[in-house]
């Protein structure tokens, strides 16, 4: 790499580029988010109308604009831009561009580095960067998804200023979005397509901030919505796009999962005797023990949970027993462990729970953790508020601070719900105490 060599026109974007990269900002007005960054009068756009000549480095999640916003401080302030991925980059590479950059700044021009995941070089690489940021030969712009803390070395962090960048909101992914589907050059408005109510919206939530998140879902939605009749982009398609995982199915005979059906149905309705039997025909037929103590842990979580929550012990000791034993013995332990679960009281409040929980994952951003739930052991991030307004339960009446815990856009949420079987009757109980100290402390305060 060099600095001599063409450099490439940041302005043209190949039909071919991915829809995300033909539709990257290219000037601070055009740029959505980081408006405690770049409004009238915050720090960065104040150093970029300056052109300041400082190193920075630019923290936060992926697809909230690092990369964008280095190509734009390079074109804004006339800079030769160079780009650096600590992935495949190494010393020898790093010394021959200081050198042109060096070469270059005795003759008036000025050069960015950017190095995108700045992270993953490791301490002799980041120490090379030093004398020439300390000479002013190169202006470096470091990209990072991790805390700068922990994983830039203290010479250089010192020498450059940090910028926390923040996840995207759902409004300034939709309007990528829509700018997207509606350019004619750059986006998808040669193609004449339409998006139903709700289909972006969709899109954008699952996008959860990433702004390359949701315009790669975009353009996977257009090419399916491309062939559908009018060209629409409906929550069906939206859907269908944002799917990531395929499913995979044993090719096993259907008798096998009818057994183990009734297997579990049996345990889950309390009948001891056909829960023995079915276990039989199936140890009868052939098949794995350790097959069925997996479905046998399986029900001690999903139908016991914590009504008896010495259940899931009992299970994975039979477990432990058919792997000790094998066959025929370690199946004695397997009648032992579905006779208990069958007559243990049941509960499904933490399968319930915890598929509330994912369903609510899929459906909201992924909010960042609260600041006063995040540890501050460096001196930035204590700065950045890191770890304040946090209450240590053990320092306060009862135990139990008056402190939320979750983001603010999901405080108060319940999903775990305990029965009145079993020990969750204790749980429910605690629960309702842990509740009532709280309200009380609200209403001191």
């Not at 960065?44 to 936060?60: H, K, N, P, T, Y």
């Not at 995040?374 to 601070?401: C, F, I, Q, W």
């Not at 605690?430 to 009380?440: D, K, L, P, S, T």
Request: some cysteine.
């Amino acid at each position: 790499m060099s600095l001599f060599n063409p450099a490439p026109d940041i302005h043209a974007a190949a039909v071919s580029a991915p829809l995300a990269e033909r539709m990257r900002p290219r000037t601070l007005d055009e740029f959505l988010g980081q408006e405690h960054l770049l409004g009238p009068g915050k720090p960065l756009r104040v150093q970029i109308e300056r052109d300041d000549a400082s190193s920075m480095i630019f923290w936060g999640p992926p697809g909230v604009g690092k990369t964008t916003l280095a190509k734009i401080i390079a074109e804004t302030t006339k800079a030769t831009f160079i780009e650096f991925s600590a992935v495949l980059a190494g010393i020898k590479e790093i010394r021959q561009v200081m050198t042109d950059a060096e070469k270059a700044a005795s003759w008036g021009t000025r050069t960015i580095l950017f190095i995108d995941e700045i992270h993953r070089f490791n301490k002799a690489q980041q120490d090379a960067f030093l004398p020439w940021v300390e000479r002013g030969s190169i202006r470096l712009i470091g990209a990072t998804t991790e805390n700068p803390s922990f994983e830039i070395v203290s010479a250089l962090l010192s020498r450059c200023r940090v910028y926390t960048l923040n996840p995207l909101t759902d409004e300034q992914i939709l309007t990528l979005l829509r700018r997207a589907l509606a350019d004619p050059v750059r986006g998808l408005g040669a193609q004449g397509l339409t998006a139903e109510e709700g289909a972006l919206e969709l899109l954008a939530g699952y996008a959860s901030g990433d702004a390359r998140n949701g315009l790669n879902a975009l353009e996977v939605a257009a090419r399916l919505a491309s062939d559908a009749p009018g060209k629409v982009i409906t929550k069906a398609i939206a859907t269908e796009a944002l799917q990531q995982r395929v499913l995979m199915y044993d090719k096993q005979g259907e008798e096998h999962y009818n057994l183990i059906s009734a297997l579990h149905k049996s345990v889950r309705n309390s009948d001891a005797d056909a829960a023995l039997y079915w276990l039989g025909r199936m140890l009868k037929a052939g098949e794995d023990p350790l097959y069925v103590a997996r479905r046998v842990v399986r029900m001690a979580v999903e139908d016991i949970g914590l009504a008896a929550p010495e259940a899931l012990n009992l299970c994975l000791s039979a477990r432990d027993m058919v792997d000790f034993l094998g066959s025929p013995e370690g199946e004695l332990a397997l009648a032992e462990a579905v006779v208990y679960l069958a007559l243990a009281p049941k509960s499904n409040a933490i399968y319930t729970a915890y598929g509330a929980v994912m369903a609510d994952i899929e459906a909201t951003r992924q909010e960042p953790v609260p600041l006063h739930l995040r540890n501050a052991p460096t001196k930035l991030m204590k700065e950045l508020g890191y770890s304040a307004g946090y209450e240590y339960a053990h320092d306060v009446e009862g135990r139990v601070a008056d402190m939320e815990c979750l983001p603010e856009s999901l405080a108060g949420r319940r999903w775990y719900r305990p029965t009145q079987e079993g020990r969750e009757k204790l749980l429910a109980q605690r629960m309702e105490e842990i509740r009532r100290i709280r309200a009380e402390k609200r209403r001191s305060t």
